[in-house]
């Protein structure tokens, strides 16, 4: 399979805002925001994607990025392909693909438009890491994404909720309260594009599902980074190895308890397609 390229669709009102800002930060993602937080929750998917599909398995990411997971997948012996709505993290991930001498194709193409892509149906399809957080209109997305997995397949989302009991604590803990309560506002703007900014979206686990009931039903939800600190505080988990170890052990013991897999930095949600 050899990589393709493609002019960016545009299919929201935002869209050229998201394309910027992730442009914007395309040739130093790898490198500013990968750490031992973000691999341990790569890690998680890889394995949730494992005990859903063998190897062998056709797999899209819809928001790829540089191509961590579609790189990372390929090496397990999937057959991958992914879609990014930014022309340089595509570039990126396309590069570093013909590195490795892996069978990886991307496509520069929105996620809502994914009927548009003549490529065969999949038995998965991954967002991760909140890529879903740019949609105001999940029931398109959920559509789409329908058009591109076979019956019986499955979607992996990792979402970000409106309620981050890890945020609100810290933020309290430093009386910012407008940065504790940010993911409950209507119109929050990212942060971290260097300069650039976009509208998120926060999705609770409830509003996710029922925006995909039409053409998935649930096969589970599962919290990441609970009480745990998200990727963000990588500092201070490194700063504190023993209390984020049992941190971590205690996310893991009510990661699926539904007053707690909605509160966390993320949530990962795996649907089953009718």
């Known amino acids: 399979m050899g990589s393709q390229k493609a002019q960016p669709v545009m299919a929201t009102e935002h869209t050229g805002q998201v394309l910027e800002s992730f442009d914007n930060i395309a040739g130093i993602f790898d490198e500013e925001f990968e750490n031992e937080i973000t691999r341990s929750l790569r890690q998680k998917l890889y394995s949730a994607i494992g005990s859903l599909v063998p190897p062998g398995s056709s797999i899209l990411d819809i928001n790829c990025g540089t191509g961590i997971d579609a790189i990372a997948l390929s090496r397990k012996g999937y057959s991958v392909a992914g879609v990014d709505l930014s022309p340089r993290m595509i570039e990126r991930a396309q590069r570093k693909s013909s590195e490795h001498g892996l069978p990886v194709r991307f ?3 929105s996620f809502e438009c994914l009927d548009k892509i003549a490529w065969e149906p999949f038995d998965l399809v991954l967002s991760n890491f909140g890529g879903l957080n740019c949609a105001g209109r999940l029931d398109k997305v959920a559509e789409q994404t329908a058009a591109v997995i076979k019956p019986g397949g499955f979607l992996i989302g990792v979402v970000m909720p409106p309620v981050c009991l890890w945020e609100i604590l810290d933020g309290s803990r430093r009386f910012h309260f407008r940065t504790a309560f940010r993911r409950l506002r209507k119109n929050v703007l ?3 594009f260097r300069g650039k900014t976009f509208s998120v979206h926060y999705h609770s686990p409830g509003r996710f599902t029922k925006a995909f009931k039409r053409w998935f039903e649930v096969r589970e939800i599962r919290g990441l980074n609970i009480l745990s600190p998200p990727p963000h ?3 201070l988990a490194r700063r504190y190895p ?3 170890s049992i941190l971590e052990s205690i996310d893991e013991r009510i990661a699926y308890l539904p007053a707690c897999r909605s ?5 990962m949600a795996t649907l089953k397609r009718r």
């Open 233 to 235: 505080a990588a500092v």
């Open 263 to 267: 509160i966390g930095d993320h949530f």
């Open 190 to 192: 990212a942060t971290g």
């Open 242 to 244: 023993a209390i984020s």
């Open 107 to 109: 496509m520069v193409s």
